[in-house]
């Protein structure tokens, strides 16, 4: 790990593992301009250590740093110098040990800001060399504005907007991020980096961005095998997903996430799989399901063939600060070309939101957008069906189709390099998690909040049960009744006049059609 030059290090591992002081050993060398392989200036650089809140910083990090007894030490007995307990090689030396100096000595520090002195509360700490190391609790807002050459994230974080704005913060000096935690499940950012180094890593990259470091509590020598074999049974006995994690620093998604069987391997499906070798056949009943928002509004497009022993996830719409007009524009050039759409699905309870501007429901704004695009599915034409709203039904559907059959695949397939927002939600999309008497607690309910919008148009398809249908021809508009194009036609004047009524509207009222009078023709034109 100290001769890494990756700009990312993360140094994952169960507890008493060393991850957090080799990486304040690292933190040392560069401070105090004594690294052996030349990564960081050796004056004038900035340091930034972030913890979890400020008990962390003065328990772990500033003691960590400047005070004695982080590790033991030993004379050795060909050079006389003072070095590192081994207890492999120095057996049977045990008594001769002390408790190592800190690793930044006294003489090396010109002066300390204090939050809280009496609790170890430090801010900043200035160097002789012109080092100069900021404390910070991830319980703040990230600072903008300077340039680092190095920061060191220890242990969990409360708000992973510090992430980001830290890997900024390197690109002037070239400094490097580094990571020191146990795998909490519980951090998309940690997890999201540790999936980053696994890619590089399988990448075969000679000299990779990031690189992940994974240490054990059992490879430990320092803590004999008594102590280990007491932790064991302690961490047992809560679960195998808490012994996992904290005696082999191991990753735990299995218990929290809510789709933990799927997996590309086994549910991907590559193109050279169609009929055709290319694309979807045109005789494949094709699906649609919208998530609307303002934030990201995400649409997966899903086609059954006619054997139905299928439904395949085949491409996606994922639209950041979206709008009515933007979701028209997008969606009419994902279906351009492609057959007539059996239906459109929607999550009515965003849909049903009004714009604050104009009051009009966003169901209806994209109804209207749709229309004018000329987009139209059989059963809903340009309107929409109400997806499913009960989440543990659509979610056990979802489940239920991730099955592996005999054959050695399942009903829910999705298409390799298509859906990768699809993907990468469906890696972290979790349950939620309660704390009871100092234990997590780990609930059958999704946590729906964050990004999981493509997972839950995922949930809407699978719920709404799609089959084949045989091609239908498409209803033109001269086929609409007389009765109906003159409320069209009425409807559309009113909307031309500039202005809308506030108070009664006899006149108007006598000119309305009613539910009973449209029938079947309501749904036929898909009427708002």
Known sequence: MHRCKSSEVLVIGGNRSGKTLSTLVEDARAATGQDPYGKYPERDGILCLIGKDWKHIGLVLYKGLFRAGAFKIIRDLTTGQWRAFNPATDAGREAERKEAPPLIPQ????????????????????????WQIHFFSSEGDPPQGFAASRVH?????????????????????????????????TNDALLGLSERADRAAESGVENPIIKKFQ??????PHID?????????????????????RAEGEFITDSVLVYPTFSMSIHGMDRTEFPNKVTVPDEWTRYAAIDPGHQVTAVLFGAVPPSGDMFLIYDELYIR????????????????????????????????????????????????????????????????MAGCDDIEARTQAVRSRMHIRPTGTSWLRVLRNSCPNLERELKRYRKKTIFQNGISIVT???NTRGEVHACQCLE??????????????????DDCPEFILKYLARKKKREGQGFVYLGPQSDMQSESLSDSQLGSSYEQYDFV
């Open 107 to 130: 003489r090396f520090v010109k002066h300390i800001s204090w939050v809280l002195k009496s609790a170890g509360y430090c801010s900043v700490v200035e160097l002789h060399n012109g």
């Open 153 to 185: 994230i220890d242990e969990d974080i409360s708000n992973e907007n510090w992430v980001p704005e830290m890997q900024g913060r390197l690109a002037d000096r070239k400094g490097c991020l580094a990571w020191s935690a146990m795998p909490h499940s």
């Open 215 to 220: 240490l054990s509590f059992l490879d430990n």
């Open 225 to 245: 095998n008594e102590e280990k074999a007491k932790n064991i049974e302690r961490w047992s006995a809560i679960g195998e997903d808490t012994l996992r994690m």
């Open 321 to 384: 600060q979206c709008n009515a007009v933007m979701f028209g524009e997008k969606f009419a050039k994902a279906i351009e070309g492609q057959p007539q759409f059996h239906s459109f699905i929607i999550d009515m309870h965003g849909g049903k939101i009004r714009d604050i501007g104009s009051g009009r429901q966003v169901v209806e704004q994209y109804v209207t957008e749709l229309r004018k695009h000329g987009c139209r599915s059989f059963t809903t034409g340009s309107a929409f």
């Open 444 to 446: 059958d309910t999704p």
């Open 460 to 477: 809407y398809l699978v719920a709404s049960e799609p089959k084949h249908f045989p091609r239908q021809a498409t209803p033109e508009i």
